[in-house]
């Protein structure tokens, strides 16, 4: 592929759901190019740490991707965004910040003002309900006179737009957020070595929801680091255009997010639009030999069916994450993906809702375990398997980087 010629790609844009925006299908995802994960004030931050997000900022308006993405949980990103956005043209970019629901709406006010202030703006374009990751924190938004009351005054005050929520919860949590009618858009996982939310997008789709992608190439494989067996099996795209054509060949799917630490990052996912409208033929080759190698190595009926019958985390003995475990193992396995699984399986039992669910180690009784996941046709295999997960991935417990 030429890299150069496919910097002149137009950006494509999709409808985002029922807010009618035209929205790029590439996002500037606001969690990487920061000066810190602290949320110091600006007096804390570096020029070069604020020239950086500026010329990142610059290149992704440059490249049509007008869609920036933050939160109130993203450290100093809001600050050094308050000190660019105002001096450009408003009418042309789509603002969303994410502020998470608390117990008290009140408190929840107080931060979206904090969040507008660092920002310098009086009003975003979309507002998510940050890390709607269970039912308590579903219900935090939802009850009467919480924090979805809070939202919608303000959008009756022309300080937002649109609603939405980001979420990192099962499915069934996810599909009820979305059957509520009340959010025009999500924040999900899905792509190639994470199907398990593909009900709650058709769901999306069906409600005319916007569904916007959280990071598919990190948490979808660590692929911006090219993990060799991924880079031979996708070969001639890499494994990160690879995933993303893999994503937009769904038209469910609206806006990845590219959660871009410098200007370059974005290069890369641009030259996969050279193949935009022809992702399902330009994919297909690579899918299959992708499936093959996980058939042969797994077995067709563990890739068809591993997650069925079994529970969610929080009514698995011990909270043991089994589904997340296992899939980690497959594609672990699989497609060595090895320090994408390491990332993540030492993150549970340290990242509250956000990650949630406790690993391996903690299972105390056998007996418990076998009998929860009796339903799942390879129920006699996985206490094995499980063990082996833990063998594979455990280092040391980790932190999710806004913890740092």
């Avoid at 020239?51 to 990103?77: D, Q, V």
């Avoid at 996708?234 to 994503?247: G, I």
């Amino acid at each position: 592929m030429n890299q150069r010629n496919n910097m002149q790609t137009p950006m494509k844009y999709r409808r985002f759901g029922r807010t009618k925006l035209s929205m790029p299908v590439i996002s500037c995802g606001g969690m990487r190019y920061q000066h810190s994960w602290k949320d110091e004030d600006a007096g804390g931050i570096t020029a070069e740490g604020q020239a950086n997000l500026e010329a990142t900022i610059h290149r992704s308006l440059e490249l049509g991707i007008n869609h920036i993405e933050t939160a109130r949980g993203y450290g100093t990103s809001e600050v050094q965004l308050g000190k660019v956005l105002p001096r450009l043209p408003r009418e042309r970019m789509i603002i969303q910040t994410k502020v998470s629901p608390c117990a008290d709406s009140k408190e929840f006010l107080e931060t979206f003002n904090k969040s507008m202030s660092n920002l310098q703006l009086d009003h975003v374009d979309l507002l998510g309900l940050h890390g709607i990751n269970n039912e308590e924190v579903l219900d935090f938004a939802m009850r009467r006179g919480g924090c979805l009351e809070v939202a919608r005054q303000l959008q009756k005050e022309g300080r937002v737009r649109f609603i939405g929520f980001s979420t990192h919860a099962v499915p069934r949590v996810i599909t009820s957020a979305i059957e509520s009618g009340e959010f025009d858009y999500v924040n999900l996982h899905w792509y190639f070595v994470n199907p398990l939310n593909w009900s709650s997008v058709q769901a999306a789709t069906k409600h005319d929801v916007g569904v916007f992608i959280i990071s598919p190439n990190d948490k979808g494989g660590m692929l911006q680091n090219r993990p060799a067996k991924m880079a031979e099996l996708c070969a001639p795209l890499s494994p990160m255009q690879f995933n993303d054509l893999y994503c937009l060949a769904r038209p469910e799917v609206h806006t990845l997010s590219c959660g871009a630490a410098r200007p370059s990052d974005f290069d890369e996912h641009v030259a996969a639009l050279e193949f935009y409208g022809r992702e399902a033929e330009t994919i297909a080759p690579i899918e299959r030999r992708l499936r093959a190698e996980m058939e042969r190595t797994l077995g067709a009926d563990w890739c068809a069916h591993w997650a069925e019958g079994l529970p969610e985390y929080s009514e698995a003995p011990d909270q043991v994450n089994v589904i997340e475990i296992l899939r980690l193992w497959t594609y672990v396995k699989s497609l060595d993906l090895v320090e994408w699984g390491k990332m993540r399986y030492n993150l549970l039992g340290n990242a509250g809702h956000w990650f949630p669910g406790e690993m391996v180690s903690k299972i105390a009784d056998d007996g418990k375990l076998r009998l929860a996941i009796s339903k799942n046709p390879f129920a006699s295999r996985i206490p094995e398997i499980l063990r082996e997960a833990h063998q594979l991935l455990f280092t040391e417990p980790k932190k999710r980087l806004s913890q740092s």
